[in-house]
């Protein structure tokens, strides 16, 4: 099942805070998370493994609970370069290969 | 630079045309990914490829084919039983590890003339 994304679209000013997030219907064993801009190829953010482990890039951080097979993806004093789709891909279970995206959260940045 | 390469950038197909996508990497990567994006939806898994000579059906994988002869190149076809083939697609690789981050190429456009 496709993993659900909130909200579908935010707009901030330039320096505030966001948070994306990511919520299953299944067990979650990782959740890979990916900015794209428009018309341009998804860029890996960071990967979330089970253990509620807390990672960070730039000033992006994430976070995920497997209990609430849920994650989260932090935006901290937001900048222009942040804009674009954001999208959440989890795993399938057992032996099976390749990641099931969300439908993308859209981030729009003003100055 | 180490990368992948998609080809061609836009491309147009005829009614009861097949056409091929290329995708080539100089990663090293053992895995490699086709997905579709329509407008407003997230990419969708059509075939997938974890070692040369071997091939998996992803969730839409109807009206579609690919081979991997050699570990960089992974070629997608869009056969004529692809009823609904205009969309964005994108190429992707990663080393065999199963929790390695998938790297994307910069797509294909295909539209129908």
């Known amino acids: 099942q496709q993993p659900v994304q909130s909200p579908q679209a935010v707009i901030l000013r330039e320096g505030e805070d966001a948070v994306i997030n990511c919520s299953s219907s299944k067990a979650l064993y990782s959740v890979h998370w990916y900015r794209q801009k428009h018309g341009e190829a998804p860029v890996f953010l960071m990967i979330?493994?089970?253990?509620?482990e807390q990672k960070g890039h730039e000033k992006i951080s994430a976070s995920f609970n497997e209990k609430k097979q849920q994650s989260s993806l932090y935006l901290t004093a937001s900048q222009l370069s942040y804009s674009g789709t954001y999208f959440c891909g989890t795993p399938p279970p057992g032996g099976a290969d390749g990641l099931t995206f969300g439908k993308g959260t859209h981030l729009i940045i003003q100055p | 630079d180490g990368g992948i390469t998609q080809s061609p950038k836009y491309l147009f197909r005829k009614e009861g045309q097949n056409v091929t996508l290329s995708c080539e990497q100089n990663?090293?990567?053992?895995?490699m990914y086709w997905y579709r994006q329509d407008p407003g939806q997230g990419l969708r898994l059509i075939y997938y490829s974890q070692i040369v000579n071997d091939f998996q059906k992803g969730d839409i994988a109807e009206g579609y084919s690919v081979s991997r002869e050699k570990k960089e190149s992974f070629p997608l076809t869009v056969t004529s039983a692809q009823k609904n083939p205009t969309a964005f697609y994108l190429c992707?690789?990663?080393?065999?590890?199963?929790?390695?981050?998938?790297?994307f190429g910069d797509g294909t456009r295909l539209s129908i003339l």
């Open positions: 979330l493994l089970k253990g509620g």
């Open positions: 992707a690789s990663k080393r065999a590890a199963r929790d390695q981050p998938q790297h």
């Open positions: 990663l090293n990567h053992d895995a």
